[in-house]
């Protein structure tokens, strides 16, 4: 159980163009949804937090114009990353949590974008 | 800044058991520690968590210091697939650290 998965895997897109990322919670309902985000041999990055229903909270330096997060369901999150540069080119990765409060989060295999 | 400080990489011979060390001195009392693992371009997988009692799960052990300022992730055998870069992870799981890259050498 607590599978969570992306979609897509990778994407590639043009500079000016605008990328949406789906995480949805296979077996179980999340309450709470986060985005991280990873460059190259780095730690992963919390951009921002997302409560089903609600607005999600986004980390301080991460552009919420930019970033839109969507938790419109209890088991799908969408991240879009509106007017994307080359410097957006990352690993984007997503986790899944039953409770809004403490407890295991699951994360999903992550989406590679890649901006030309 | 990562409230959680790990050895940069450690070197593990097949076989053998791993022990990866965590320091987290600024612990609340009611926050677990977490580990996950992440092995090249995938994300994060669960392995294990805890709050004081030592845990142990199919995958890996867990001992917590009394004081719980610290932990140790035991892999009894390492093998091969266990490269990867593993993650000690405060209970809110804000904040990810460098982790330690682990290397299983044959």
């Known amino acids: 159980g607590a599978v969570v998965s992306q979609h897509p895997s990778r994407v590639i897109c043009k500079s000016g163009t605008s990328v949406k990322i789906e995480c949805r919670s296979l077996?179980?309902?999340?309450?709470?949804m986060f985005w991280y985000r990873q460059f190259p041999k780095q730690s992963l990055m919390l951009m921002a937090t997302s409560n089903e229903g609600s607005k999600a909270t986004y980390e301080q330096g991460v552009e919420k114009d930019k970033f839109l997060i969507n938790h419109a369901s209890l088991t799908l999150s969408t991240l879009t990353v509106t007017s994307a540069h080359p410097e957006d080119s990352s690993f984007y990765i997503c986790?899944?949590?039953?409770?809004?409060?403490?407890?295991?989060?699951?994360f999903g295999p992550g989406t590679r974008l890649l901006v030309l | 800044d990562a409230k959680t400080t790990q050895p940069p990489s450690m070197d593990c011979a097949e076989g053998r058991a791993a022990n990866l060390p965590c320091n987290h001195s600024t612990i609340s009392g009611n926050e677990y520690v977490y580990w996950y693992r992440q092995i090249h371009s995938q994300g994060p997988q669960y392995i294990i968590h805890?709050?004081?009692n030592n845990e142990t799960n199919e995958m890996a052990s867990l001992i917590i210091t009394e004081d719980r300022k610290s932990s140790t992730l035991i892999l009894p055998h390492a093998t091969l697939r266990d490269t990867a870069v593993y993650y000690c992870v405060e209970g809110n799981m804000l904040t990810f650290g460098g982790g330690t890259r682990l290397m299983v050498k044959p």
């Open positions: 077996d179980f309902q999340a309450t709470t």
């Open positions: 805890g709050l004081k």
């Open positions: 986790s899944a949590r039953r409770t809004s409060g403490a407890g295991t989060q699951y």
